[in-house]
């Protein structure tokens, strides 16, 4: 069985602050992870996956499979940045399951 | 403009009976999926489909019903049997099988009511 786990519920940082939110997975193949957010009245959207290794808004996420996690992070937060973060992760069945989400808030 | 919609935006049902949710997509893609979304629980799969009259049971299926009878069109039928329908329904599809563009594309959801 696949698992996502996101231990925070929510999480404040000051703006400009550095930001991590915590994803741990559990799988007993090689995973495929993603980061969706979810910003006020807008639809869940793709953030980033780890596969394509990419920054999207500063944004950056590092798989680590010693550790199984996929933590996202960011070294200056922005207000904009304010929304809800879905941790998400792809098996051999090839269909997503998602963490609980952790809402962010950036303070001014 | 390509995208995917979910109708109604809010639902209302009386105890007992059963609702349909629309939920179409014009983006070619090959698969859809139906999840539920509760607060402090996240996303959680119900129905999902691969191809057209095919669809497969995710992990909280019990008291939904679903069909695909054309590629663009995925309703969801959230049944009397259903305990606990009231809730957040999000409807998303993907290309099915393309590791290299693998993300889903939501719709904006549709809000659950039992009164």
């Known amino acids: 069985a696949q698992r996502v786990t996101q231990p925070e519920k929510l999480l404040s940082v000051f703006k400009g602050a550095p930001v991590e939110l915590k994803c741990n997975y559990s799988?007993?193949?090689?995973?495929?992870l993603f980061w969706y957010v979810q910003y006020s009245r807008q639809r869940l959207q793709l953030l980033l996956r780890?596969?394509s290794r990419e920054s999207i808004k500063g944004f950056t996420a590092d798989l680590n499979k010693g550790e199984t996690s996929f933590h996202l992070k960011k070294p200056f937060a922005q207000e904009e940045d304010s929304a809800m973060y879905y941790c998400?992760?792809?098996?051999?069945?090839?269909?997503?399951?998602f963490g609980s989400g952790t809402q962010l808030t950036v303070l001014p | 403009d390509g995208g995917i919609t979910q109708s109604p935006k809010y639902l209302f049902r009386k105890e007992g009976q059963n609702v349909t949710l629309s939920c179409e997509q014009n983006?070619?893609?090959?698969?859809m999926y139906w999840y539920r979304q509760d607060p402090g629980q996240g996303l959680r799969l119900i129905y999902y489909?691969?191809?057209?009259?095919?669809?497969q049971k995710g992990d909280i299926a019990e008291g939904y019903s679903v069909s695909r009878e054309k590629k663009e069109s995925f309703p969801l039928t959230v049944t009397s049997a259903q305990k606990n329908p009231t809730a957040f329904y999000l409807c998303?599809?993907?290309?099915?099988?393309?590791?290299?563009?693998?993300?889903?594309?939501f719709g904006s959801g549709t809000r659950l009511t039992v009164v």
């Open positions: 998303a599809s993907s290309i099915w099988g393309d590791s290299n563009d693998y993300g889903y594309t």
């Open positions: 799988y007993s193949g090689s995973p495929e």
């Open positions: 780890h596969i």
């Open positions: 998400a992760l792809s098996g051999s069945a090839r269909q997503l399951t």
């Open positions: 983006l070619n893609h090959d698969a």
């Open positions: 489909s691969q191809i057209v009259n095919d669809f």
